[in-house]
């Protein structure tokens, strides 16, 4: 495990400097993260200015939950979205061949060589976000609910890392699966609307 640690570190500080000798790429990127975010949170506050209540939701609901789906998917896009979107590369040119020879889980090496620094802004911003609906109108919260809500948090970016890596795998019979990578988003950006 520390020996995994350590490698994640040196991704990371790689990653670190690749984004900091492209400074205006990195602040634009960011900016271009947190617009998204802000204009669908925007698109609530427009719908609840002509109805209070929606099936049972409030506009403090709608943007808690809105605001956990982008710090959900921010989360996922910093640590996965590059490498999956390099894994049909990787595999069709043969790099693969290259990872596999490599002393560490081939799994790993995939999944996390790289990480986006592009959703850092995005992340602080949507915690800040949920901070602040929950200490203003779902307080007072327990802390074993502060937990839970960590941990599923946790099972949540799990769960997606599964489904995504699952669209992928086709890839080693197909040889092209672009398609069904690109089909995931659309299905994953449901989450944030309420089912009921």
């Avoid at 991704?11 to 400097?17: R, T, V």
């Avoid at 409030?58 to 894994?87: H, P, Q």
């Amino acid at each position: 495990m520390k020996r995994y640690f350590k490698l994640y570190l040196a991704f990371f500080k790689n990653c670190l400097i690749r984004e900091m000798e492209f400074r205006s790429h990195f602040i634009l990127q960011n900016f271009i993260s947190l617009a998204w975010a802000g204009v669908v949170m925007v698109t609530f506050f427009f719908i609840y200015q002509q109805v209070s209540v929606v099936n049972g939701w409030t506009l403090e609901m709608m943007l808690l939950l809105t605001a956990v789906y982008f710090l959900i998917d921010r989360i996922f896009d910093s640590f996965f979205e590059i490498n999956f979107g390099n894994f049909i590369t990787i595999v069709n040119t043969g790099q693969l061949d290259l990872v596999l020879t490599k002393p560490v889980s081939s799994q790993f090496f995939v999944s996390l060589r790289q990480f986006s620094f592009a959703m850092i802004f995005s992340n602080f911003t949507m915690i800040g976000v949920i901070i602040y609906l929950v200490s203003r109108y779902f307080s007072p919260t327990s802390w074993l609910s502060i937990f839970t809500f960590l941990i599923l948090i946790l099972v949540s970016v799990i769960i997606t890392y599964s489904l995504w890596f699952m669209t992928l795998l086709p890839i080693f019979w197909w040889g092209r699966v672009d398609n069904m990578q690109h089909l995931f988003r659309p299905f994953h950006q449901l989450c944030r609307i309420p089912i009921d």
